[in-house]
């Protein structure tokens, strides 16, 4: 099964059930690039061993660190033209955003800049809680802290990062429309340029000013913390599992695991060297100019030969094969946020059926008072004097209980 999508549950259930063949012994035996990708980030093996401690999918492996965080840029040009320096700390962050507001950096006379906005109410904790050293573990919003699970809703530190959303909103700082534009409205307001600080994975929506805007470190909060969150190595789950019925898993082992190694990897994203793509300067691939102006488009094009275009293939990502994504300026914006990352992301955890229902269900109600109170609390509509009764409810909907079934998961990895 080839860039297939196959969910955890999936993998769980028709692993367990005899659909799906265990791979850890291919992968030691056969796979060799994979093999040194498993020991380079444990973390990787730890994210798709089911809890019988079989593997039964693979998944993209994504080392490029620009491919798994979004970029914190800021507009540059209004930095230059009001002589601000780029902040650093949160109360930095505040003046520049103030004097966005109301100095009319763009020039036009009127007081139209939004100083600060980013994709919804997700993005906007998970790109500001780094800050206050808070973190995205295990796809949830957990801290990991000597191999203890936290599920870090009800931490004073929230409390604090929700003060400090809820000062840029009650100021108009923060783009008033943030829990309710659509993501291609977003993406407009990128474009416009007239954004002054802003989350974005790369600069392919305001291209056309890339030149207006530079990626810059997370900001230091309150009690020092400058952490950046950022997605796991492991991503796609799914893409890759071979069958009971399959009469030859070690070669097709031996096949795929070709697609996580360099010359793989390159050949899988860029084709054939000297018919669709040549080496640059820099020895990094490049299409060639056949391909960047057939107009049927890029994607289309390369999609002739190579499965790639449309994401989800079984294969390495990094910083070598990836110059058509990963332009000069989005790798020196993740430049900036590459000594604040987490030594180790955990990917979500696979568990088990029953388990697996069991969290969906407490996640259904405690996820969705979550980012309702969270927006209450920004806008203003819930005061921290309810702080207690929202701690309080939390805790009644079996939020330790949740916890526990991320701990005992975290557990099995170690």
Known sequence: LYKASISPLEAVRYGTGGILIPLEELIDKYAPNISSLFEQYPEIRASITAPDGHIYAL???????????????????????????????YEDLIEVLRAFKTRDPNGNGKADEIPMSTWDLPNLITN??????LTNQ??????????????????????????????LYSEGLLDNEVFTHTAADYTAKMGEGNLGY????????????KESYIGIAPFIGPNGDRLVNGNPVARDFGTFAITSS??????????????????????????????????????????????????????????????????????????????????PEVQAAQEALD??????????????EQT????????????????????KFITGSLSFDKWNDYVSTLEKMNLKRLEQYYQEAYDKTK
Do not use: C
């Open 59 to 89: 998944p993209a492996i994504v080392t490029l660190t620009a491919g798994r965080t979004n970029k914190h840029w800021i507009n540059r040009d209004w930095l230059n033209k009001l002589g601000l320096s780029v902040p650093e700390t």
């Open 128 to 133: 500001t809680s780094g800050s206050f050293g």
């Open 138 to 167: 295990m796809g949830y919003y957990i801290n990991i802290e000597n191999d203890n699970v936290r599920i870090w809703m009800t931490d004073d530190r929230y409390k604090q990062q929700l003060q400090f959303l809820h000062q």
């Open 198 to 209: 802003f989350h974005n994975q790369a600069n392919d929506p305001f291209v056309n000013n």
């Open 246 to 327: 399959n009469k030859y898993p070690e070669a097709t082992m031996r096949w795929i695991d070709y697609f996580y190694s360099e010359e793989g990897s390159i050949f899988l994203r860029y084709g054939i060297l000297g018919e669709t793509y040549y080496m640059k300067d820099n020895g990094l691939p490049e299409y060639t100019d056949e391909i960047w102006n057939d107009p049927r488009g890029t994607g289309p094009t390369i999609g002739q030969f190579a499965p790639w275009p449309g994401g989800g293939a079984p294969h390495w990502i990094n910083v070598n094969n990836s110059s058509a994504i990963n332009p």
């Open 339 to 352: 000594p604040y990352l987490p030594k180790e992301i955990y990917g979500a955890p696979l568990f088990d």
């Open 356 to 375: 697996s229902k069991e969290v969906n269900t407490l996640r259904q109600d405690i996820d969705a008072y979550f980012s309702e109170n969270s927006a």
